[in-house]
Structure formats: C-alpha cells, structure tokens
C-alpha cells in the first residue's frame, strides 16, 4: 500500500506537478476519479429509462433523478463530516455502501415494481452523490498541499471526462446487448469498489480533528 508522500526536501519544500505525477498515490487518486466518474454518470444517464420500463410514470422517474440531487445536498455536507472525523477511506466506504444499497433497491423495481424502491433509491443513492469528489480533493489536499495544488488537483482530475463518457456508453451498450439494465447496475457496483481499493492504497488517512466537538 502506499503512504502519504514525502514533500520534497529543499529550500521551497513545496510540491509541483512533476514530482506529484512520481508518486504513487497521486494515481491510485486519479483511479478513484476515473472509477467514480463511471460509476455515478452511468446512473444517472439510464436512471429514468430503467424506471419508466418498469411502469414508473416518466414524470415520476424524472423527478426522481431530480430529487438525487437534492438529497445529494445532505449526503455532501455528511461526507465532508465524516471525512474530517473518521477519516477519508472510510467516510468513502459508508457513502458508497449507501450508493450501493440504493442501486439494489432500484434493481428491485425490476422484481416488485413498488414505487417505494425508487424513493429507497433516491434516498441512499443521493446521499452518495458527489461523495468523490469531496473525498478526492480532501485526500489531495492531505498528501500534496502547497501553493501548487490547485495544478496537482487539475491534472489528477483528467480521467473525469473520459470515465464519465464511458459509463454513459458502456450502460447503452449493455442494454442494447443484454435488454436489461441490470448488468450496467452491476458495472457501476464493480466500479465503486475499485474506486474503493484506490482510495485505501493510500494510506496515512486520518482525520486531523481533535476530540473536541
């Protein structure tokens, strides 16, 4: 596993962009963005498709993804506390296991078409929504702070564009193959967790806030 890196020795003892790009965990961080932004744009793509073709009124499934979003108002604000209190990693790993929950609530609307699943959704998957990003520029900011690390952050959050366009595809393309949506849900499932494993190889994740409320 890797640890917090070094900051360099020398007169300005600051990070650039080149000796971040050196480190490991500079790009088990840039995996967790690639793997996250897979994950949540594919989701968010298919989202309304899958629930009116399991007799949701289109309406009902648009405003669904819309109250995602304001439910993910909540989850970000519970991120970032937990984040500063038990840590990085694993304020990650209880937002994605609530992401997670909330995709297999949706995947029971196949088996039961209860419209209760898709508010079970847009409850735990919302409190997810946007966790990546705050959990990655967080842990960043642990490992390369310093006048430079708006710089650092740019280029660790390159692999966003590209994984958010292959999720949206890859969840068409496995409809169009499969004619069901269940196997995208899957992907995005397999996705969390290796966004997951990135963010627990970095290692020296603590939460710098005293015992004091």
Known sequence: ADRSPEPPQGRAAHWTVAQALRTPAFWWLAALRFFAACAFPLMNTHMVAYAVGQGIEPVAAATALGAVSLVSMAGRLTTGWLADRIGRAPALTITYASAAAGIGCL?????????????????????????????????????????????????????????EALGAWLGGALYDRSGSYLPAFGVVILALALALFAIWRVRGDRSSVTDSP
Not at 112 to 120: D, K, N, Q, R, T
Not at 124 to 139: D, E, F, N, P, V
Not at 155 to 162: E, M, Q, Y
């Open 107 to 163: 995947a029971l609307l196949a088996l039961h078409g209860a419209p209760g699943w898709l508010a079970a959704y847009v409850l735990l998957y919302g409190m997810a929504q946007g966790s990546s990003g705050i959990i990655a520029s967080a842990r960043a900011a642990d490992a390369f702070a310093g006048p430079r690390f708006g710089s650092i952050f740019g280029w660790l959050s390159l692999l966003v564009g590209p994984g």
